[in-house]
């Protein structure tokens, strides 16, 4: 299967929230704190907010993997650049003030949750958001995606961080990515590991 890795427009940002209700429809989190029993307004306020973040957010680059004209998978990476004194920095939102969550939305579990995870990533370069539609899973789309990223990391010189539930770190690991960090979310028994890829000298131009 050829997968071809493209920039996302803008128009297609729906795509992505369809993409990801399909990816996660078993994910213990997703389901507990975005339960699917308004499937309407839940649609609807993840198409917002991926919008928002790829209207409003500096750092941010969503990516596609198309097979055969379709978008099958995306990525969301956030990428920094260097400030005045040569350090990374991505801007963007302040992981400390958390997004408006859908009305049925478990809010203290979201709150809990994603904003451990936001302030883990700020700052540094990371794969935020990756989904492959089921039928396309294992067949390379989101390897290419993830290489899509780290590319880029080499070029820059950065760490690259990314958090992955317990059935794909071995995954990850082939990318050079290892657990620096686990965080267990008490009240589902939900594993999430914090993984690093180290940053690795560049001879290319950034």
């Known amino acids: 299967m050829t997968v071809c890795i493209e920039p996302l427009a803008v128009e297609e940002i729906p795509t992505c929230t369809e993409i990801y209700l399909q990816a996660f429809a078993e994910d213990k989190f997703s389901l507990a704190a975005f339960p699917r029993n308004d499937i309407a307004n839940l649609s609807a306020w993840w198409t917002d907010m991926f919008l928002d973040e790829y209207q409003s957010q500096r750092a941010a680059r969503f990516v596609k993997g198309m097979v055969n004209g379709q978008i099958v998978a995306f ?8 400030n005045a004194d040569g350090d990374l920095e991505q801007g963007g939102d302040d992981p400390d003030d958390p997004p408006t969550y859908p009305s049925h939305a478990n809010q203290d579990l979201a709150n809990k949750f994603l904003g451990t995870l936001a302030r883990k990533r700020y700052q540094i370069m ?4 990756i989904a492959t539609l089921p039928e396309y899973q294992g067949q ?3 390897s290419k995606l993830i290489q899509w990223g780290l590319d880029i990391a080499d070029r820059i010189e950065a760490e690259a961080y990314l ?11 082939r990318f050079g990515f290892t657990i620096v960090e686990d965080y267990v979310l008490e009240e589902l028994s939900y594993r999430e590991s914090f993984m690093l890829r180290a940053a690795k000298k560049s001879s290319l131009p950034a």
């Open 75 to 82: 990525a969301k990476w956030n990428i920094p650049t260097r």
């Open 163 to 173: 958090e992955s539930n317990e059935e794909n770190v071995l995954f990850y690991q």
């Open 140 to 142: 390379g789309a989101a």
């Open 126 to 129: 990371d794969l935020e958001m």
